[in-house]
């Protein structure tokens, strides 16, 4: 088997797949004169060129490390960091029997496709400039011999005229005459060219393109032999040093002997079961006998199978693949998309149930953040007016309020779903109520005033909180600096006084609140204005 008989009307795969080769080519070259340069300076530039073939978060690569495989490729990038030492030697080696030897050779083989690819677009250009001549004398051939007819009826209409001249007949039959004679002769350039079009397509299709075919294919392969040979450089420029550099070899051998398929397909099948029952038998319908079905026979429930999922009749048998290509469309076999994702299959839907809980949870929670520096702010806004007015929060403690229910309640929805479709709804459903509990004591009416939920004294159990909250976390490092630009009381909960121009350590950015946590020499932290200090923070 080969290019040439096999993917003779494949021109433009060949194409793609070569030029595919040669960058890997040149992308192996790149790889591994980068990793010469991280040896020449040592264990630091190498684990930053482990860290560039890293996965990178969020990836798809990243999610498929759960294989063996894929782990297995981390563990070698992760040998790579080990190889911190002497590595001047692997250096020089690798960059003058691979990296420029490879180079090299990549000139050639750029070259060498260029001549079979303008060889046979040449063929090409021939073939299609002789197919013209061949049309041109096939369009002359078919107009002179419409002439020819032509002249040909006149000058039979011309000898039965009884009111023609004998010069009129005679000139019409010479006129007919001559006509013929070109329409013959365009005949006979229209079978020419026809000949020769049909050798030269020929000789095209069955010597021309398949040996250009074949020497790319020659070309292609030889190409692989040395960038194997490459691969194999790469490990044998390391086993001829250092035996430190032999325990990191091993390492990358168990991480490839850790590759268990076994394993690798058991995740496939946790990734992707479906969890349907198979296919039941058909029942017998005994239309002799004019049975009807009753209602309950015939009631909607949800989905149990492939069958209800797809729409599918269930009088006829489930195919897992189409015999029909045509008429397997997405508008066919796609189910439309539902809320609580009953269009998936079992499995699927737990996940994706699982999934869109831990969203909401997640947005629930900045909402209660929200909520708690809404309320710290107003507080301090009722004891310090000259900041700021505290009925100018309400709008925005009143959508933060609304916020928080609607997250609850379709927190609340999406995990009954999820008991329903048999996950561990009641694992999950402490993070509503956690939320109900943080959120209930902070949460303010849009009036301005505490609501009835929660404790009596809402500001004190803030304060009493945010107070524990000091005691219990361990200082934070700083993140920078600032400088007080003017006085500040501090004489709310939480807060700490400064002076012009005194310099504190920032423990907290803003959040978005107005607020800043800042920290003294002495240890004392709390929060002041964000517009009252000038902050650097350290790079």
Same mark, same amino acid.
Request: aromatic share 8%; net charge negative.
């Given at each position: 088997?080969?290019?040439?008989?096999?993917?003779?009307?494949?021109?433009?795969?060949?194409?793609?797949?070569?030029?595919?080769?040669?960058?890997?080519?040149?992308?192996?070259?790149?790889?591994?004169? +980068?990793?010469?340069?991280?040896? /020449?300076?040592?264990?630091?530039?190498?684990?930053?060129?482990?860290?560039?073939?890293?996965?990178?978060?969020?990836?798809?690569?990243?999610?498929?490390?759960?294989?063996?495989? %894929?782990?297995?490729?981390?563990?070698?990038?992760?040998?790579?960091?080990? @190889?911190?030492?002497?590595?001047?030697?692997?250096?020089?080696?690798?960059?003058?029997?691979?990296?420029?030897?490879?180079?090299?050779?990549? /000139?050639?083989?750029?070259?060498?496709?260029? !001549? %079979?690819?303008?060889?046979?677009?040449?063929?090409?250009?021939?073939?299609?400039?002789? @197919?013209?001549?061949?049309?041109?004398?096939?369009?002359?051939?078919?107009?002179?011999?419409?002439?020819?007819?032509?002249?040909?009826?006149?000058?039979?209409?011309t000898d039965l005229d009884i009111n023609a001249t004998k010069a009129d007949v005679e000139k019409a039959k010479q006129q007919a005459h001559m006509r013929s004679h070109v329409a013959e002769e365009c005949k006979n350039d229209y079978a020419a060219q026809l000949q020769k079009y049909n050798k030269e397509q020929?000789?095209?299709?069955?010597?021309?393109?398949?040996?250009?075919?074949?020497?790319?294919?020659?070309?292609?392969?030889?190409?692989?032999?040395?960038?194997?040979?490459?691969?194999?450089?790469?490990?044998?420029?390391?086993?001829?040093?250092?035996?430190?550099?032999?325990?990191?070899?091993? #390492?990358?051998?168990?991480?490839?002997?850790? *590759?268990?398929?076994?394993?690798?397909?058991?995740?496939?099948?946790?990734? &992707?079961k479906s969890g349907f029952e198979r296919p039941g038998d058909l029942e017998f319908e005994d239309y002799s006998q004019g049975i009807n079905r009753t209602s309950s026979e015939s009631s909607l429930g949800t989905p149990k199978g492939p069958l209800d999922l797809l729409g599918k009749n269930k009088s006829k048998p489930f195919w897992l693949f189409s015999k029909k290509s045509k008429r397997y469309t997405p508008e066919r076999i796609t189910p439309t998309a539902t809320e609580d994702? #009953? &269009?998936?299959?079992?499995?699927?839907?737990?996940?994706?149930?699982?999934?869109?809980?831990?969203?909401?949870?997640?947005?629930? /929670?900045?909402?209660?953040?929200?909520?708690?520096?809404?309320?710290?702010?107003?507080?301090?806004?009722?004891?310090?007016?000259?900041?700021?007015?505290?009925?100018?929060?309400?709008?925005?403690?009143?959508? !933060?309020?609304?916020?928080?229910?609607?997250?609850?309640?379709?927190?609340?929805?999406?995990?009954?779903?999820?008991?329903?479709?048999?996950?561990?709804?009641?694992?999950?459903? @402490?993070?509503?109520?956690?939320?109900?509990?943080?959120?209930? %004591?902070?949460?303010?009416?849009?009036?301005?005033? &505490?609501?009835?939920?929660?404790?009596?004294?809402?500001? %004190?159990?803030?304060?009493? +909180?945010?107070?524990?909250?000091?005691?219990?976390? +361990?200082?934070?490092?700083?993140?920078?600096?600032?400088?007080?630009?003017?006085?500040?009381?501090?004489?709310?909960?939480?807060?700490?006084?400064?002076?012009?121009?005194?310099?504190?350590?920032?423990?907290?950015?803003?959040?978005?609140?107005?607020?800043?946590?800042?920290?003294?020499?002495?240890?004392? +932290?709390? @929060?002041?204005?964000?517009?009252? *200090?000038?902050?650097?923070?350290?790079?």
């Open positions: 088997m080969d290019w040439g008989t096999d993917l003779w009307d494949q021109y433009d795969i060949i194409d793609k797949h070569t030029q595919s080769g040669l960058d890997l080519v040149e992308k192996y070259v790149k790889f591994v004169k +980068e990793r010469t340069e991280i040896e /020449q300076n040592y264990a630091k530039q190498l684990r930053n060129l482990t860290k560039k073939y890293s996965p990178k978060r969020g990836s798809k690569e990243e999610q498929e490390c759960r294989f063996t495989n %894929h782990q297995s490729f981390l563990d070698v990038l992760n040998e790579m960091n080990d @190889y911190a030492g002497q590595r001047e030697l692997i250096a020089e080696n690798m960059m003058m029997n691979i990296c420029i030897e490879l180079t090299k050779y990549l /000139q050639e083989l750029k070259q060498e496709r260029k !001549t %079979h690819l303008s060889e046979a677009k040449k063929a090409q250009q021939s073939l299609e400039s002789t @197919y013209k001549q061949l049309d041109s004398s096939k369009k002359r051939f078919e107009r002179e011999w419409r002439e020819a007819e032509k002249a040909a009826q006149y000058a039979e209409k020929s000789q095209f299709y069955f010597t021309d393109m398949p040996l250009i075919f074949n020497k790319l294919q020659d070309m292609d392969e030889k190409r692989i032999r040395r960038l194997a040979q490459g691969y194999v450089l790469f490990s044998d420029t390391e086993k001829h040093v250092m035996p430190i550099i032999g325990k990191c070899l091993d #390492g990358i051998t168990r991480a490839g002997n850790n *590759v268990n398929e076994r394993n690798d397909s058991l995740a496939v099948i946790e990734q &992707h994702f #009953g &269009h998936l299959p079992p499995e699927q839907r737990r996940k994706r149930l699982q999934q869109k809980i831990e969203e909401l949870g997640k947005e629930l /929670q900045k909402e209660v953040d929200q909520s708690e520096a809404l309320g710290k702010m107003k507080d301090v806004y009722e004891k310090n007016p000259q900041m700021g007015d505290p009925a100018s929060l309400a709008p925005q403690i009143n959508q !933060t309020t609304q916020n928080m229910e609607r997250l609850r309640g379709e927190l609340s929805k999406y995990e009954n779903w999820l008991t329903e479709a048999g996950g561990r709804g009641d694992t999950l459903r @402490y993070s509503s109520q956690s939320f109900n509990n943080n959120g209930a %004591h902070d949460t303010y009416s849009p009036d301005g005033a &505490h609501s009835d939920e929660g404790t009596p004294d809402p500001s %004190h159990a803030i304060y009493a +909180e945010f107070d524990d909250d000091f005691e219990e976390e +361990e200082l934070a490092a700083p993140i920078g600096q600032c400088t007080a630009l003017y006085n500040f009381p501090g004489s709310s909960e939480g807060t700490i006084a400064m002076q012009e121009g005194e310099v504190l350590s920032v423990v907290e950015e803003d959040k978005g609140d107005g607020w800043t946590r800042v920290r003294r020499s002495n240890g004392d +932290e709390g @929060y002041i204005p964000t517009s009252y *200090v000038s902050i650097t923070l350290n790079k």
